[in-house]
């Protein structure tokens, strides 16, 4: 959660190799889904390059999360002695008064009065190991002052929320277009508007926002408590994304293969290049495509060896990077019509909706509704991450009682229900919550973190600071360069979205 009360040490449990598949896995989630629309209206050559350009700023960005948090374990350990050289166990007055600390002070005293013993250099890594799991909410309050503190706080919770619209969208959405069956005669363009069963009078878009409603009642009730996901759960939702993804691409794959041959009598398909008008949408899903930077302490502490955990990044970021591009150019060469979940893509087929592709019909009801076992596994873990950030801020002004929590809840959950009831336009809602939220979680805080902590270590050992799980990009301007192309991004995109399309058209 951002923060908990205290961090504790975290002993390894499982291998780098294990950590890259977590990783990966983290990464890889609804935005994928957005992306093969996105590639299709924005011109696969512009989304292609925004992709890996964009991916190469959160690789730079995720580098700095990694050694904020070498940075943070360094300030937090406990004081040593300077004649002995040795590790002084401090006593249980300390550590309420480290605790303490570390839940009200922006800078806490522990880091600003301890006097810390400078090891020789052969020690010198050794101080820097990543041995606590501390929050992006914890570094936040190390290292920012308070108006960093609101930012960042303000920030989070407008991206989880944005997380929770758009899961909110996602579920129900995926169940009305499989259930509802009304097709008209002749087949035209179905729409929100049409009936959702032809004995019934309620419209798809009716039947949509009783799922909504039905989707935040049930697993809105898991946010009052402090539900996780297990390892078995974990296991069987990688288990059906793998499958469905890996499916998708294969179906791609061999529709694309047939079509080749000269007995094809479809001709083949021929995507836009480059289509600046949807720029905007297609930013903010890239962006919300790489998002993992408020997840990182959680993946990288119980990594049993973490001296190569830049290397395992990039590895990841490679690998995800080409599976994006796989995945998306696989699709905007098979279809020419896409749905806001790539998933409906390869929904049944009816009188009137038929797949570009041939897809068994299992295989088509499972693809169709996988987003809503994956989605509402990760639901609960969310709302709960926003409930707990929500409290750390009011704690300052208002005690949280029980009936204050209950509350908050009720607040946590009415906004984005509100947001999924009133449009079920899942790009508009990926796209915004990247662009904006997830520009300022997933580049703006983590250079913000590591330029402060870097300034703090500096003072602290009055020397240059080297250790192992230090940025690649450890020049100053590299940080700059990353907050520079931030806000232009953001000021670009807000051009977009208030200027007319037909003059980027």
């Known amino acids: 959660m951002l923060p908990p009360s205290r961090s504790k040490p975290v002993e390894g449990s499982f291998s780098q190799s294990t950590g890259m598949i977590y990783i990966f896995n983290i990464i890889v989630g609804t935005g994928a889904l957005a992306l093969p629309k996105a590639f299709h209206e924005g011109g696969y050559v512009l989304s292609t390059l925004l992709l890996l350009i964009l991916g190469f700023f959160s690789y730079i960005s995720a580098t700095y999360m990694i050694e904020a948090m070498a940075i943070a374990n360094f300030m937090r350990r406990k004081t040593h002695n300077r004649r002995l050289g040795t590790i002084v166990p401090p006593t249980s007055d300390e ?37 606590e799991k501390i929050e992006m909410g914890e570094m936040a309050n190390m290292f920012l002052n308070q108006v960093g503190l609101i930012i960042f706080y303000i920030c989070i919770s407008l991206y989880l929320f944005g997380d929770l619209a758009i899961y909110g969208s996602a579920v129900p959405k995926s169940i009305r277009d499989v259930i509802c069956t009304y097709e008209p005669n002749p087949c035209t363009n179905i729409t929100i508007n049409d009936l959702c069963w032809a004995s019934s009078s309620l419209t798809r878009h009716h039947v949509y926002q009783i799922f909504v409603a039905l989707f935040f009642c049930t697993l809105g009730l898991f946010v009052f408590g402090n539900a996780q996901k297990t390892k078995f759960l974990q296991m069987i939702t990688t288990l059906c994304r793998w499958s469905a993804f890996l499916s998708m691409i294969i179906l791609c794959l061999v529709h694309l293969a047939q079509k080749t041959s000269s007995e094809h009598p479809d001709p083949p398909i021929r995507p836009a290049v480059f289509r600046f008008r949807s720029l905007p949408p297609l930013f903010g899903i890239c962006v919300y495509s790489f998002m993992c930077h408020h997840s990182i302490p959680s993946i990288i502490a119980p990594i049993r060896s973490k001296n190569k955990l830049k290397s395992l990044f990039a590895y990841d970021y490679i690998c995800i990077a080409l599976f994006y591009l796989l995945l998306s150019l696989t699709a905007v060469f098979t279809f020419d019509k896409f749905e806001d979940l790539y998933t409906l893509n390869f929904r049944p087929t009816t009188r009137c909706a038929q797949s570009a592709v041939y897809v068994p019909k299992f295989l088509a009801y499972f693809i169709s509704l996988f987003p809503v076992f994956t989605l509402s596994s990760s639901f609960p873990i969310i709302g709960i991450t926003l409930r707990n950030n929500l409290e750390t801020v009011l704690k300052s002004c208002v005690k949280i009682g ?37 520009v300022a979680v997933q580049y703006v805080i983590p250079a913000l973190l590591v330029y402060n902590a870097r300034r703090q270590a500096q003072l602290k050992l009055r020397r240059p600071v080297h250790f192992e799980n230090q940025s690649f990009f450890q020049n100053k301007y590299w940080v700059f360069t990353v907050l520079l192309w931030a806000w232009l991004a953001v000021i670009v995109i807000t051009i977009y979205n208030i200027l007319p399309s037909r003059i980027f058209a």
Do not use: M, W
Not at 103 to 127: C, D, M
């Open 402 to 438: 029980r009936k204050q929590r209950i509350i908050l809840v009720i607040v946590v959950l009415l906004f984005p229900c509100t947001v999924s009831i009133v449009t079920e336009n899942i790009n508009f809602l990926v796209g915004f919550t990247g662009s904006y939220a997830g």
């Open 95 to 131: 550590e309420e008064q480290i605790e303490e600390s570390d839940r009200t002070a922006l800078l806490p005293g522990t880091i600003n009065n301890e006097e810390v013993y400078i090891s020789p250099q052969t020690q010198e890594k050794h101080e820097f190991d990543i041995v």
